[in-house]
């Protein structure tokens, strides 16, 4: 029997106080086994004891939504009986101790979220940030990792068969030691065929299905809810390893359990395995759960109980059937060659009880592990920044040489590289793929189709997380209505540094309480997410960098890209030119990459316009007035419209605006949208309607991209000089 | 007409292929599963892509010894048609019911990408309802999709006028850029581009469609 001690207590990321909370809770000291229990589910990872108190914070009700937080994933009405299940989550910790396994299995963790609801997933996007690949020391580590990661996802999404559509990468020192990696997954079900975690009904059995219990994993949540040191390589061991084969087999096999009706209840083991699944099933069911650890499915002789509550391996399943009906569902694992067996039963007593062979070993109150873990109401002071609100004095000595640049830098270089190793077609719904501003996925079984975007911008949040998170949402919702969805719903991922410094507590608070704002008024709640917290390597915090997913309603027709289509169309800017005073040039790419400087603040952002340009956007697109559409986001108008010609059609414009030319090209004001139609008195009429501008900028001209400002001619480039550095840059800096 | 569609458990096409013969092509289509003896009354077979067994070993090594793979061998020996997808024609190459053998894209990645191809030959129950020299484009997704085979089997396939497909820019290594053949008796076809997922005019190209529609004038011909 081991002592309890006060350096056990410490080594398991327990306060003194919490350990004095395990003790009245149990009326007696924890065993081992208990205290792995405890240390798991109350990791911040487990219990986002740092975290809870502010996400009340966001809005979570809406028209749509049939499932807010608390389940595997939310869930949303699309209409014709069914719904989509969606979340996202982050695996950044594992990713970076080891890119390739650490991002397959973060894949395989946010797949199994969202077939546990009974969902088949039909998409998933990542959002990804490295330091940069150049970077003089971190360089080809950077490198390696974006590598490994990449690869990884494509491993682990390409064989399960779901289709990687789109997503974001961003490179920025401060994600040397720490890179995020973020995966997003939706999926489809019935509405009358949704699962929840729930262990209900006294004595029905509890069934283990899937891959064998090892000793991977022990301790993966705490680890994630630590900071990074020189010594967190050694914590390799504590990331799994993912086989993506298996999960196939698991989701086929679940599906078709779930159409039996004998299954009650389904929980996948993600972080802290068995141990999370057991108790929070037993919470939500308000009910209490047995387990006999002996009949664990084991891959190692000797594990202790201990060992076996605590393994992260991956591939696993806990399901709860109706007595008397187990046959029906070992029947279809066998099937489909999985261990299924019953290692427990539900009981009316409210209690995690684990025996091994047949001797407790743990024994505690389901609902004080799973709902009542300590929260705290972390000191904060002003958001942690070392940026000057003033920036330097510059001059462009060749805006065209400016504009090259930034198309061929990290992050507004092509990713193709990235996402053709992403299989993004299988299940033959993808309508629009990788490269857009928002990826679309026909629906088969409703006829209609779904829109869905990432965003995130650690830059505008760092200056202030308020302001960034609120435009992180505001471009999130403008990319998926680019594309002539009506966004819906959100999901999120809150990437921040140790909330244990009041410095970034408060940039955690100030970027929820924003995004939260936002939400409300997009009408786009918040039905799921993921707080990720310490990612920090040796006391450097990243960028605050709050992700946003959000998933928009269209009807199925042709997608409309953002490249331009033919020649001598009108190129309009719906949205007008927009404004920037010097301060908010700080945070742009420009500042970032032509003047390798960041200070100021974020661009400004009026919701109500925003909403309407949006309105107007979907209207103009639904109507089939827009031969293309692209909204301006990173990189400003220039690269915006260059992007728009990457395809080889270019464009002749004149702006008519008085600020500096780096100002009108390169500022990256919100609520602006660029399309090109052959109509534009019906975009006109339309976008008068919501009382927004439309700018007829010129029109579309065959491989060249001219553009002047009042008459003065600003750039001229052959769109060929732009397209090879843009679609070179990633690979060149790959091979460093 | 009824086409068979065979699923593996690592099968992940599957559904994709049924899709395009029931919605796209308007025939009708079941699914075989792997530890079944029969075909039932399939008229053609489709070998979908996907990663058969997981496929950790090699690209098809483990379905060549599937029960379903006995009964499809029987069937093309008798004429019936096959269809091999990507991880499909993996498997017949595996089976020995096509020559040479498909490796690592010469890129060592997977690539996922729409490309053109050539069709090189419409006397075959695949390719009937092509021209002769049309570039369609019909999309790739593979890490192991570079074809090889020893010069006789190569000057064999072009003497014998068995390259349906040719790559118009060969995006992963095969040798004479071969894209899809046919077995000696021409009613087998492998091909590494997916037809399924060019046969709905939403998924940006409907060239795959041929593919499906020449097997359905075949077989009915037969018929």
Redesign the interface.
């Known amino acids: 029997m081991t002592a309890i001690t006060p350096e056990l207590v410490a080594a398991h990321q327990l306060t003194p106080e919490e350990y004095e909370r395990i003790v009245r809770i149990l009326g007696r000291p924890p065993t081992y086994t208990e205290l792995g229990i405890f240390s798991v589910m109350w990791s911040e990872h487990c219990s986002y004891k740092s975290s809870r108190l502010h996400l009340k914070k966001l809005p979570t009700q809406g028209p749509y939504v049939l499932q807010g937080p608390g389940e595997n994933a939310g869930v949303i009405d699309i209409g014709g009986g069914y719904a989509a299940a969606f979340k996202i989550e982050s695996h950044n910790h594992p990713s970076f101790i080891e890119p390739f396994q650490g991002a397959a299995t973060g894949v395989g963790g946010i797949l199994r979220d969202i077939f546990t609801m009974g969902a088949r997933p039909i998409a998933v996007m990542d959002s990804l940030r490295f330091g940069p690949l150049d970077h003089p020391r971190a360089g080809p580590r950077n490198r390696r990792i974006l590598e490994g990661v990449v690869?990884g996802i494509?491993h682990y999404g390409?064989?399960?068969?779901v289709p990687t559509v789109g997503g974001e990468c961003v490179f920025e020192s401060c994600y040397n030691g720490n890179p995020l990696v973020n995966v997003f997954a939706l999926g489809i079900v019935r509405q009358d065929r949704i699962f929840y975690a729930r262990a209900c009904g006294v004595g029905n059995p509890v069934v283990y299905v899937g891959a064998k219990t090892g000793r991977d994993g022990i301790h993966g949540a705490s680890m994630a809810s630590a900071e990074f040191t020189e010594e967190s390589k050694q914590k390799r061991p504590n990331v799994q390893v993912g086989?993506?084969?298996?999960e196939?087999?698991l989701l086929?096999a679940c599906l078709e359990a779930m159409e039996t009706g004998a299954v009650i209840g389904i929980q996948d083991m993600g972080a802290a395995g068995l141990t999370c699944s057991t108790c929070e099933m037993g919470s939500r069911g308000g009910t209490g759960v047995e387990i006999e650890l002996a009949r664990v499915p084991q891959r190692e002789v000797g594990m202790t109980p201990y060992e076996i509550m605590l393994s992260e391996s991956q591939e696993r399943m806990l399901l709860v059937v109706q007595r008397g009906r187990e046959e029906e569902v070992f029947r279809i694992f066998r099937k489909?060659?999985l261990d299924a067996v019953a290692v427990g039963e539900v009981t009316g007593d409210g209690l995690l009880r684990v025996k091994h062979h047949g001797e407790v070993v743990a024994e505690i109150p389901s609902r004080a592990l799973a709902d009542e873990a300590p929260v705290y109401d972390r000191p904060r002071t002003r958001p942690f920044r070392t940026a000057p609100l003033d920036g330097p004095d510059f001059e462009s000595a060749d805006l065209a040489r400016d504009l090259i640049r930034l198309l061929a830098s990290g992050d507004l270089c092509d990713k193709r590289w990235i996402?053709?190793?992403?299989?993004?077609?299988?299940?033959?719904n993808?309508?629009l793929g990788p490269g857009a501003d928002a990826a679309i996925l026909?629906v088969?079984e409703t006829g209609t189709s779904l829109a869905m975007a990432l965003d995130g911008n650690g830059r505008y949040c760092y200056l202030d997380p308020r302001q960034g998170a609120r435009l992180a949402v505001a471009e999130c919702c403008r990319n998926v209505s680019t594309v002539g969805a009506l966004p819906v719903a959100a999901t999120n991922c809150l990437n921040f540094g140790n909330p244990e410094r009041p410095e970034i507590m408060a940039q955690l608070v100030e970027a929820i309480e924003g995004m939260g704002e936002a939400c409300a008024f997009f009408g786009t709640p918040i039905t799921g997410g993921n707080v990720s917290l310490y990612n920090e390597t040796l006391g450097e915090a990243v960028y605050p960098t709050p992700v946003v997913g959000i998933v928009g309603l269209m009807r199925?027709q042709?997608p409309v890209r953002p490249a331009f289509q033919g020649e001598d169309a009108w190129v309009m800017l719906l949205g007008g030119l927009g404004s920037c005073d010097s301060r908010q040039f700080g945070a742009t790419q420009y500042a970032k990459v032509i003047l390798g400087e960041l200070w100021g603040v974020p661009p400004a952002l009026d919701m109500d316009y925003e909403r309407r340009v949006q309105a107007a956007v979907r209207e103009i697109v639904s109507a089939g007035l827009a031969e293309s559409t692209h909204d301006v986001s990173d990189g400003g108008l220039a690269v915006t419209l260059a992007e728009c010609s990457l395809g080889g059609i270019g464009a002749e414009v004149d702006l008519r605006a008085d600020d500096r030319p780096e100002f009108v090209l390169f500022h990256e004001g919100p609520s602006r949208i660029v399309l090109s139609t052959r109509q534009p008195e019906a975009v006109e009429r339309i976008a008068a309607k919501y009382g927004v501008e439309a700018l007829v900028l010129g029109r579309t001209r065959p491989g060249v991209l001219r553009m002047r400002q009042r008459g003065r001619l600003l750039l001229d480039c052959e769109v060929e000089s732009l397209r090879r550095p843009w679609a070179s840059a990633l690979e060149l800096a790959l091979r460093g | 007409m009824k086409f068979g569609v065979v699923v593996f458990p690592g099968s992940n096409c599957d559904h994709d292929a049924w899709w395009a013969v029931t919605h796209n092509l308007g025939h009708e289509a079941e699914f075989l599963w792997h530890d079944d003896e029969s075909l039932g009354n399939a008229d053609a077979v489709i070998l979908p892509g996907g990663f058969s067994y997981g496929d950790y070993l090699r690209c098809g090594a483990i379905a060549k010894f599937s029960r379903i793979m006995r009964a499809v061998e029987r069937f093309a020996r008798e004429g019936g048609l096959v269809l091999g997808i990507c991880n499909g024609f993996q498997i017949l190459v595996e089976c020995g019911l096509l020559p040479g053998a498909l490796i690592r894209n010469r890129g060592l990645k997977f690539i996922c990408r729409q490309v053109e191809l050539r069709v090189e030959t419409t006397q075959s129950p695949f390719s009937s309802e092509f021209r002769k020299g049309q570039i369609v484009r019909i999309p790739i997704a593979h890490g192991e999709g570079c074809y090889v085979a020893d010069p006789r089997t190569l000057e064999e396939l072009e003497a014998e006028d068995r390259v349906v497909f040719r790559y118009v820019d060969n995006p992963n290594g095969s040798l004479n850029d071969i894209a899809g053949i046919l077995n000696a008796g021409r009613n087998v076809l492998g091909m590494m581009p997916h037809p399924e997922r060019a046969s709905d005019p939403l998924m940006g190209s409907t060239d795959g469609l041929l593919v499906f529609r020449s097997m359905a004038a075949a077989l009915s011909l037969a018929r």
Do not use: H, I
Request: glycine letters at 6%.
């Open positions: 690869s494509a390409n064989c399960f068969g086989d993506p084969f298996m196939k087999l086929e489909w060659g996402w053709e190793q992403y299989d993004y077609m299988v299940r033959t993808t309508v026909r088969k199925t042709p």
